[in-house]
């Protein structure tokens, strides 16, 4: 009855539309009352509990990190270079959308932050060389997803602090499957922009004095990445001091290298940046004392059961996986999702021998699809309103993107050399 009351009220409540992260919350407290004779305010001694927690202040920094990048003149500068690397390929604009969003995932860690940082340019600019709306949009929303696999990423520092897997690590791991599906959605792009005819933005192909020039222009921004992973893997700091630094580097060149922010835009992301991470911290706090409950009452424990049982086979239980994966992140947003499901199943597939570096990987970029899926897909509203292009025309659009991006989802479960190879380099 107890495990009715948790997901019948859950259920009610994301149907009449109230904010997950409430949904989870109440969904706790009338289960603990109506179920059990622990006291209600336990509901916040785990949402405190779980946010007291110095790792999770990478966070907020990194966010603020992304919000000042995006401010201060960076995605500028990163669509120039994109744009001498591939402008001048069938396609151009599209392919410079996603190489510029594979740019800026390396500084934001988040995917609504990538897309309003890239599609704000990109969306208009193929708009206006007669790219189907919906097309432009998708594209960019797509792209958008990679921005919480190729470290430094958000999920992945939540997942470590959950599992309690190094952070740095996961950062290494998340390269190459970033690579893989920025490669795959540059290809899909590149294949449909030729079918439809799209004509490339610079019809002089690439030369290395444009590529050294544009590369110069933006290696303020480019040395993000190298900064974070080098001081991390160097011994230099921790992941959430890399954040702290990269968020001080943000605003120095922000304000006095490329001299676009001033004080009233250095407030406006300091705000921007309080109001996100209050509600990320809310989403964490409430979602693991929904956890905590579930815990309480063993349903992880016959989750595990249940999966296992149906086979003894690693492959198989891995698809299971990724299929529930795939459905829970069209309708719950990918924090809740991480720190609910990761006690759940992190023991399951350690019990099978998958490695939990591997599993972060996994766990994460199936969860990124989520930011594309309707009816969640927050990266297509995002789009949607950055671009001025109807939902329902984007939510068409991109169909083929989603099923690309979950072939590479297949090669990054069955393939887990492609996750754990450079962090093996550095145990």
């Not at 921004?221 to 893997?233: F, K, T």
């Not at 990320?280 to 249940?306: D, H, K, N, R």
Request: charged residues 10%; contains cysteine; glycine residues 10%.
């Amino acid at each position: 009855m107890t495990v009715a009351l948790l997901f019948g009220t859950l259920f009610v409540c994301l149907l009449i539309g109230v904010p997950i992260a409430i949904s989870l919350g109440v969904s706790a407290l009338v289960a603990i009352y109506f179920g059990t004779t622990l006291p209600l305010d336990i509901i916040a001694q785990k949402a405190f509990t779980a946010l007291d927690s110095f790792p999770l202040l990478a966070i907020p920094f990194f966010m603020l990190a992304g919000i000042l990048m995006g401010k201060g003149g960076v995605s500028k500068r990163l669509l120039d270079l994109a744009t001498v690397m591939v402008g001048w390929i069938t396609g151009g604009l599209s392919l410079v959308t996603i190489t510029a969003c594979m740019f800026f995932a390396a500084i934001s860690g988040s995917g609504p932050a990538t897309v309003a940082a890239i599609g704000g340019f990109m969306i208009p600019a193929m708009v206006a060389r007669k790219y189907d709306g919906g097309f432009a949009a998708a594209v960019t929303a797509s792209a958008g997803s990679i921005g919480v696999i190729i470290p430094p990423s958000i999920p992945f520092v939540l997942y470590g602090v959950i599992g309690s897997v190094s952070v740095g690590s996961m950062f290494m791991a998340g390269i190459l499957p970033g690579m893989l599906v920025g490669g795959v959605l540059l290809l899909l792009s590149f294949l449909m922009s030729k079918k439809r005819g799209y004509k490339p933005d610079n019809v002089k192909k690439i030369n290395f004095k444009d590529l050294l020039r544009a590369i110069n222009d933006a290696k303020w921004a480019l040395l993000i990445p190298v900064i974070i992973l080098g001081g991390i893997y160097g011994g230099v700091f921790s992941p959430t001091e890399a954040a702290v630094v990269a968020a001080v580097y943000a605003l120095f060149i922000g304000k006095f290298v490329y001299k676009e922010l001033d004080w009233n835009t250095i407030f406006d992301g300091f705000l921007e940046t309080v109001v996100i991470n209050a509600t990320t911290m809310i989403i964490i706090g409430l979602s693991v004392s929904f956890a905590y409950f579930m815990t309480l009452e063993q349903i992880p424990a016959s989750i595990a059961s249940f999966i296992t049982g149906l086979s003894d086979s690693t492959v198989v239980i891995l698809l299971t996986i990724n299929v529930l994966l795939l459905v829970v992140g069209m309708f719950i947003d990918t924090i809740s999702a991480l720190v609910v499901l990761t006690p759940i199943l992190l023991p399951v597939v350690t019990s099978v021998g998958v490695d939990p570096i591997h599993f972060g990987v996994i766990l994460v970029a199936n969860l990124a699809i989520g930011f594309v899926t309707p009816p969640l897909g927050v990266n297509l509203f995002v789009a949607s309103s950055v671009g001025r292009i109807k939902f329902e025309k984007i939510a068409l659009a991109v169909i083929p993107f989603i099923v690309s991006m979950i072939i590479c989802i297949l090669v990054i479960t069955y393939v887990p050399a492609l996750s754990l190879w450079i962090p093996s380099m550095f145990d």
